[in-house]
Each structure stands twice: as C-alpha cells, then as structure tokens.
C-alpha cells in the first residue's frame, strides 16, 4: 500500500538555529498524536545534517547535483545528503526548473544518483498558467514524468514520491480545486499504470503542492488519488503545518 506523505520545503528560508528549533518543537508538538502520515521537512543544505540529528522526522533535501563527485564547485552530491541522515531529496520543484534552467534531462541524472544513494526523490510536475488555459497541461505533466523517470526499472520506479505542483498554485494562494488536482492525479497514475502496471502505479504516492494549508488540506487528502502534500508557505510554522498533517 502506498504511504500519505506531508512533507514540508522550507525553501531558502531559516538560518540553522530557527530549523533545529522547529525541528525540535514540530516533533514535541506532534508526540502523542496517531498520525495518519509520514511527516518529513525540506531544509536548506546546510540543516541538514543538525536536523535530521535533532528529529526522528523524515528530512529532505531540496535539490542534489548530477554529478557524482569532483570539480563542481558550489554543488552538493547525493551521497553526501545520505551521509546526513536526510532520506529524501526534492527534484524538479518548479523554482529550479524555472530559475534554474533544469531541464528534463538534467533531471533525469539527479534521480539516478539519488537512488543509487537510497534516497527517496521527491519529483515535482506540473504546469505553468499559460499551459493550463492553452489546455496541454495533461501533455505537459506526462513529458515531464516521462522523460525524466521513465528510463527507470519499475523496481527503482517503485521508490519515487510524486509530487503535482501546478505552477500557477504555488505561494500565489491559488490551490487547485480538489477536483482539479483529482483529476490530474489519476491521469498520472494511470500513466504510471501504463508504463509500469497497475500495482506499481498504486503503491506509488502522489503529493499535491500549491498552495495547501490547514483549511484545505482535508478536502485535498480525502480524494482517492492524493496521497498527500508538498507544503511550502503552510510548513515555515509549526502551528500551521500541523493541521496540514492533520489534513489525514
Ligand atoms: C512548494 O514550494 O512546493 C509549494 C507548494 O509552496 P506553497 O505551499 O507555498 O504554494
């Protein structure tokens, strides 16, 4: 069965103090509560090794290099995230895509190497504004898992999280509706289905990004095919983020 994920990306947000305290108060505030998912938080580089120590949460990078190691400067590899603690690593949030040039194929290479590193990607999807009212969203969203995760085994498929973003939804506090983000993830799992068989395309968790909060996230995780959320404003306070958790 797949996994409900809430995972919070803090973005370039918090200096290290800020994150250990958040870290640390999220996971009191969440003690004694029967939680319905996996919670995980999305930090800068550089937390990441003091708060995957500070918390039994799971932690996520939020980028790697597509490189293994050597002469690129300013970069991070895979392995050392894993050497972190951290066991996620968020690929393809439409803020890399976008201000950072990532391309499908760039992409394809990070997932590779942060699977060969045991981490579990995170990969992010979606479409821009113009590409919904030119109506090719349903196009746009299966080139980009198409071309950057279908070159997997459905072994090393089976690993990924999937995460829609609209681009048009994220920090603009325009979610999609429920039955907007429905729609889309059933379309990516079924093209899931079609490359990879329909167990595969099941056990695969598919989280909706876009402006999710305490007062929508309930609607959101009650459709079938949303298995959770990729939160980025709602998960920088930790008495706004626990009610996205509590959205299950
Ligand atoms: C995100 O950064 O992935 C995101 C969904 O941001 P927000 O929740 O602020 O729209």
Known sequence: ????????NWKMNKNLQEGVAFAKDLEAALAGKTLKCDVVIGTPFIHLASVASSTKLGVAAQNCAN????????EVSAAMIASTGAKYVILGHSERRTYYGETDALLKEKVVLALANGLTPIFCIGETKDEREKN?????????TVD???????????????????VWAIGTGLTATSAQAQEMHAFIRETIADKYGKEVANNTSILYGGSANGGNAKELFACPDIDGGLI??????????I???EGF
């Not at 069965?1 to 919070?8: L, P, Q, T």
């Not at 090719?136 to 980009?144: A, L, M």
């Not at 998960?235 to 983020?241: A, D, G």
């Open 1 to 8: 069965m797949r996994k409900n994920i809430v995972a919070g």
């Open 67 to 74: 490189k293994v190691s050597g002469a690129y400067t300013g």
């Open 136 to 144: 090719i969203h349903f196009d746009v969203v299966k080139r980009q």
């Open 148 to 166: 950057a995760l279908f070159n997997l085994s459905a072994e090393d498929f089976s690993k990924i999280v999937i995460a829609y973003e609209p």
């Open 232 to 241: 980025g404003g709602a998960s920088l306070e930790v008495e706004k983020f």
């Open 243 to 245: 009610p996205v958790i």
